[in-house]
Nanobody
Framework: QVQLVESGGGLVRPGGSLRLSCAVS???????????MQWYRQAPGKEREWVAT???????SYTDSIKGRFTISRDNAKNTLYLQMNNLKPEDTAVYYC??????????WGQGTQVTVSS
């Protein structure tokens, strides 16, 4: 079974930065590099939404609201996904999660990491 552990969240002022990490551990033979990986977030009282994708072919995609501010990356040797978040805004406040996608497969959700942007 694959486990996802998100970390790096916290309280930051508007305009600040955070770097989130998602450590992925799996069964013997699990190959992280074969999976498209995504970041999602869920704000209070709202549905979970997709934020960004890093595909196994190296291509990336972002939701419009974070383009130019967030950068998704991955280190396949470390089985880790990252999200660099710059120029944070109050509307970025949410619990952030990582997971796969419908193309290469989803995993059980981790606990997420809380990001709070407030002055």
């Amino acid at each position: 079974q694959v486990q996802l552990v998100e970390s790096g969240g916290g309280l930051v002022r508007p305009g600040g930065s955070l770097r989130l990490s998602c450590a992925v551990s799996g069964f013997t033979g699990f190959t992280f590099s074969r999976y498209n990986m995504q970041w999602y977030r869920q704000a209070p009282g709202k549905e979970r939404e997709w934020v960004a994708t890093f595909r196994r072919d190296g291509s990336t995609s972002y939701t419009d609201s974070i383009k130019g501010r967030f950068t998704i990356s991955r280190d396949n040797a470390k089985n880790t996904l990252y999200l660099q978040m710059n120029n944070l805004k109050p509307e970025d406040t949410a619990v952030y999660y990582c997971n796969g996608d419908r193309t290469t497969g989803f995993f059980s959700w981790g606990q997420g990491t809380q990001v709070t942007v407030s002055s």
